[in-house]
């Protein structure tokens, strides 16, 4: 696709259940990264990217959090044992080399009951 | 560790206003500053950015200067259009080290009127 992809757009899950965020870079980007942003506030680091390897993922909350990138492409963010301070925007953006974003995905909104 | 404070908002102007959102930030050593922007219903998009102190951004008429002396990074544009509502987030990079990690504000809401 021409942009980054996040699916699915919204997300609606219980406490204690375990969820799975996808984030479909744009094609030949080798820098992704997750961030999150919570309501009234502005997005934060979550975990970067590049290729298949995380190489830092000093953002992320708690070890219920975990983001895998097998191929280096598609990346999914997990969160397992959900909260409700869990609910929030999760965002994602690539880069074809390091260095700061210029577009990010339309986002999944996670809401955890 | 490195913050951005930007004007809160909601703003709300007449189309052809001037629009000023302010953006001051706190940065160890020289960071990149940044403006994005969020329309309704899309992802957040860089909008201009500047490297360097005196630097002055530019995009789509919006304009910033890269202000070292009064840590700020203002963005201005002339003559605000309908298209332009949005929500505009400062961010910075690079101020503690990584260049890839963005630290934001918390957002302005603009809203434009015909």
């Known amino acids: 696709g021409a942009g980054v992809s996040q699916t699915p757009s919204n997300k609606v899950t219980e406490k204690g259940k375990y969820v799975e965020l996808r984030c479909d870079p744009i094609?030949?980007?080798?820098?992704l990264y997750w961030y999150r942003q919570s309501l009234g506030q502005g997005p934060e680091f979550l975990i970067y990217?590049?290729?298949?390897?995380?190489?830092?993922d000093s953002g992320l909350p708690n070890d219920r959090f975990f983001a895998v990138r097998p191929e280096g492409s598609v990346s999914t963010l997990k969160i397992q044992r959900t909260e409700r301070g869990d609910s929030a925007m999760y965002l994602c953006?690539?880069?074809?080399?390091?260095?700061?974003?210029?577009?990010f995905g339309p986002g999944t909104r996670l809401t955890v009951l | 560790g490195d913050s951005v404070t930007q004007m809160e908002g909601p703003v709300t102007l007449s189309e052809e206003a001037f629009l000023t959102i302010n953006c001051t930030y706190t940065?160890?050593?020289?960071?990149?500053l940044f403006w994005y922007v969020q329309y309704p219903g899309e992802g957040l998009q860089l909008l201009l950015k500047?490297?360097?102190?005196?630097d002055k951004g530019s995009n789509k008429g919006f304009e910033a200067t890269y202000r070292k002396e009064t840590t700020s990074f203002h963005l201005e544009k002339g003559s605000v259009q309908v298209s332009d509502s949005a929500v505009y987030f400062c961010?910075?990079?690079?101020?503690?080290?990584?260049?890839?990690?963005?630290?934001f504000g918390k957002g302005t809401l603009l809203t434009v009127n015909p």
């Open positions: 940065a160890t050593g020289y960071p990149s």
């Open positions: 990217f590049q290729g298949t390897g995380a190489a830092d």
């Open positions: 953006a690539s880069s074809l080399n390091q260095g700061t974003p210029g577009f």
């Open positions: 094609s030949g980007h080798t820098a």
């Open positions: 961010a910075l990079s690079g101020g503690g080290g990584s260049n890839y990690k963005l630290t």
């Open positions: 500047a490297t360097k102190a005196d």
